[in-house]
């Protein structure tokens, strides 16, 4: 099973809303991503954990805030998000975290703040 | 800094017609190079990867790639494409020098299959 799962689909949410993203895998991967992809072009890396570690924060935002329970789940809690992050937002797993893994990605969930 | 360009933006292609989508990276040091696949409304799937040896990767859905290092390119073909290979392409290279993977993808290439 190379599943990545992604919930919800689509979600619409206003600018003072709390929301949260999930993301599950059960390949037991120790690497998991947070990606963010605007229409047209190719994903941005926003979050990497390593071993449910924060490995890598590309200066996202802190109205982005990341979660990993444990090795299997990633989550992305969304509050006073701006209408300019509307986006398809991508998970991946990937085997570790070394130069050569493939990445395994999700179908996403496509946000839309109004 | 590494990184991938990806010159097409779009390429227009008949039915069961070869084609090649053109990719060029730039880099002084070992590199790993990918291509994904993103069909409409879907995340990405990976179609091939280069490590080491042989210069000539073959992916799934009768893909294949070449690597040439004097000329810096990872060029993706297929001798003849299908309607169903209708998406965007994505080149990528593997960066990171402590042991974590961080994707720098190219612009992409969109690819059109008409009839």
């Known amino acids: 099973d190379t599943e990545v799962t992604q919930t919800p689909k689509h979600l619409v949410m206003g600018m003072t809303n709390k929301k949260s993203l999930k993301c599950e895998q059960h390949m037991g991967h120790r690497a998991m991503y947070w990606y963010k992809q605007k229409a047209k072009k190719p994903p941005e890396l926003m979050f990497v954990y390593s071993y449910e570690k924060l490995s890598i924060n590309e200066s996202v935002p802190s109205r982005f805030s990341p979660e990993c329970p444990n090795s299997s789940l990633l989550n992305l809690h969304l509050h006073a998000l701006q209408p300019e992050d509307s986006a398809l937002y991508l998970c991946a797993s990937s085997q570790g975290d070394y130069q050569a893994d493939t990445q395994y990605f999700g179908p996403g969930t496509r946000l839309t703040v109004l | 800094a590494q990184s991938v360009t990806q010159l097409d933006s779009q390429v227009p292609v008949f039915e069961e017609a070869p084609v090649e989508l053109r990719c060029n990276y730039s880099?002084?040091?070992?590199?790993?190079l990918f291509w994904y696949v993103q069909y409409p409304n879907q995340g990405l799937q990976l179609l091939l990867k280069?490590?080491?040896?042989?210069?000539l990767v073959k992916g799934i859905n009768g893909f294949e790639a070449e690597f040439n290092k004097s000329q810096t390119s990872f060029h993706l073909r297929k001798p003849s494409v299908h309607i169903s290979d209708t998406a965007e392409y994505f080149c990528a290279v593997s960066v990171g020098n402590t042991g974590f993977q961080k994707l720098v993808f190219g612009t992409g290439t969109r690819l059109l299959v008409s009839p």
């Open positions: 880099s002084s040091v070992s590199v790993y």
């Open positions: 280069y490590l080491s040896g042989s210069t």
